[in-house]
């Protein structure tokens, strides 16, 4: 399995970006699909999942300004980012995992195990 991810720059206080990430060989029937973020100094953090049902879950930080989504026909995951704030700062991180039922998924990361390479986005002020 494999998974790239897209979409990355920088981009001033306010601005908005569209992160995407191709996905192919998952073989899952149900899955969990996430997006994480590492910033310098800091440990990765959940910001938003997914699973085949549409089901999503945010971080409390990135409510209301990111939205996360699918393209199953495409199979790519994407992750809409807008009012973004220097504090998003990080390297990004597509992940996926098997599912089960139409809860959300966690934004845990021992539920994910596979992950892309990362795409960095800086916002600056």
């Known amino acids: 399995a494999q998974l790239a991810e897209s979409g990355g720059g920088s981009v001033q206080s306010g601005g908005s970006l569209r992160l995407s990430c191709a996905a192919s060989?998952?073989?899952?029937?149900?899955?969990?699909m996430g997006w994480f973020r590492q910033a310098p100094g800091k440990e990765r953090e959940g910001v938003a999942t997914?699973?085949?049902?549409?089901?999503?879950r945010y971080a409390e930080s990135v409510k209301g300004r990111f939205t996360i989504s699918q393209d199953n026909a495409k199979n790519t995951l994407y992750l809409q980012m807008n009012s973004l704030k220097p504090d998003d700062t990080a390297v990004y991180y597509c992940?996926?995992?098997?599912?089960?039922?139409?809860?959300?998924?966690?934004?845990?990361?021992?539920?994910?195990?596979?992950w892309g390479q990362g795409t960095q986005v800086t916002v600056s002020s």
């Open positions: 992940a996926a995992g098997a599912g089960y039922g139409y809860a959300a998924c966690p934004a845990t990361e021992s539920q994910y195990r596979y």
């Open positions: 060989g998952l073989g899952y029937s149900r899955y969990c």
């Open positions: 997914i699973n085949t049902f549409g089901s999503t």
